[in-house]
């Protein structure tokens, strides 16, 4: 255990902020799931709603220093293209 005030600190935010990525890591998982479902049942309209919703969600992730930015372009991109495929 730190025995620094400011190590001390540190090990507070750490607690919070691995939290806080753990939680945006999973909701993004997630919505990863719902998207691959959507476009391995064929449904095109639900696919192209959950994009959407997936783009944005991994956006903000990457912005956060949560994923790298080219890991989410990466799968925006490949869900994009497997979406586009559909209909």
Do not use: C, F, P, W
Request: proline share 0%.
């Amino acid at each position: 255990m730190a025995n620094i005030k400011s190590a001390k600190k540190r090990a507070r935010q750490m607690i919070v902020r691995n939290a806080r990525n753990s939680d945006i890591r999973a909701a993004t998982r997630t919505a990863e799931k719902k998207l691959r479902g959507a476009i391995e049942s064929k449904d095109a309209k639900a696919a192209q709603d959950l994009l959407k919703a997936y783009a944005s969600r991994i956006g903000k992730a990457a912005q956060k220093g949560i994923y790298h930015a080219k890991t989410a372009s990466r799968k925006i991109s490949r869900l994009s293209k497997s979406v586009s495929q559909i209909g």
